[in-house]
């Protein structure tokens, strides 16, 4: 089925594409998951796929996956193995997203169990998720792979409640 790849040129215009069909469908596209304007193909790929090691100010080390399908790119997921008080409050361990149209097909379940079993993962004793209380596929998603539901709370800074889920991991 699935299969979680660290970005690689060879998926890049599939990933590309996938983020064109965010824009698409009026949703947001996070800083850093796509080129800024000064930032070459190459350049960018060497983020993604240098991002334990290589941190600018603030940000924490973590793995990037591209979701594939048939050399598709159906998602993208990524763990942060350590937490800022900025991504306790909004973000958590793990961000991941589907592609518009490869919704409702259980791929960010799949994506979510598939990250939570890579060995880097598996040494950390719990992840946080956050998601907004109306996003029912979200809600799922995290259910399905173990999360036990925390609280909500208003994120000022992003002007909405938010849910705070826990996956134990050891």
């Known amino acids: 089925m699935i299969e979680l790849r660290r970005p690689s040129a060879e998926l890049l215009s599939s ?19 796509v080129p800024s304007e000064t930032e070459s193909s190459r350049d960018f ?5 240098n991002s ?3 941190l600018s100010q603030g940000d924490v080390p973590s793995s990037v996956y591209w979701a594939v399908i048939n050399e598709r790119v159906m998602g993208r997921i990524s763990i942060r193995y350590e937490l800022t008080e900025y991504l306790i409050e909004f973000g958590g361990n793990i961000g991941y997203e589907v592609r518009p149209s490869a919704r409702g097909k259980g791929f960010a ?8 079993e890579t060995p880097q993962t598996q040494k950390m004793k719990q992840v946080l998720l956050t998601c907004s209380p109306d996003n029912e596929a ?3 998603t995290i259910l399905k792979n173990k999360g036990e539901f925390v609280r909500t709370a208003f994120v ?5 409640q938010t849910n ?4 134990r991991l050891s």
Do not use: C, P
């Not at 990933?15 to 965010?22: S, T, V």
């Open 15 to 33: 990933y590309l594409d996938m983020m064109e069909e965010f824009r698409a469908n009026n949703e947001k596209v996070w800083e850093g998951t």
């Open 45 to 49: 790929l060497k983020r993604l796929q």
């Open 52 to 54: 334990e090691l290589h």
């Open 109 to 116: 379940t799949e994506m979510l169990k598939l990250v939570l």
């Open 138 to 140: 979200s809600i799922k």
């Open 156 to 160: 000022e800074r992003m002007k909405r």
């Open 164 to 167: 705070y889920y826990l996956i």
